[in-house]
């Protein structure tokens, strides 16, 4: 089945970096465009970012452009989310995606458990 799982959250100060990644498995990985999640306290799920099958075309949430970097290694099933210059508002639960979309208000596709980033002073 269908399996991804994110890692490399945790505490990081204001300004600081984290690198997530998601190992993603029983799909041809190299074959499906990808999605970063995030979902903070109280909100919904929103989509930090995107990136196709083959690696060439991204695309960011205004609040991340220039921050965070979305990236894929199809030879190791992994993507990644680079987030640099963290602010606290960027603290949510971050997850990887496959056919993400929302359907009459309520999100459809596959994500993973989730890891948490945290960005406090």
């Known amino acids: 089945e269908v399996q991804l799982v994110e890692s490399g959250g945790g505490l990081v100060q204001p300004g600081g970096s984290l690198r997530l990644s998601c190992a993603a498995s029983g799909f041809t990985f190299s074959a499906n465009a990808m999605n970063w999640l995030r979902q903070a306290p109280g909100k919904g799920l929103e989509r930090v970012s995107y990136?196709?099958?083959?690696?060439?075309?991204?695309s960011y949430a205004a609040s991340v452009k220039g921050r965070f970097t979305i990236s894929r290694d199809n030879a190791k099933n992994m993507l990644y989310l680079q987030l640099n210059s963290l602010k606290t508002e960027d603290t949510a639960m971050y997850y990887c995606a496959k056919d993400w979309r929302v359907v009459g208000g309520l999100p459809r596709g596959y994500w993973g458990q989730g890891t948490q980033v945290t960005v406090s002073s």
């Open positions: 990136i196709n099958s083959g690696g060439t075309t991204t």
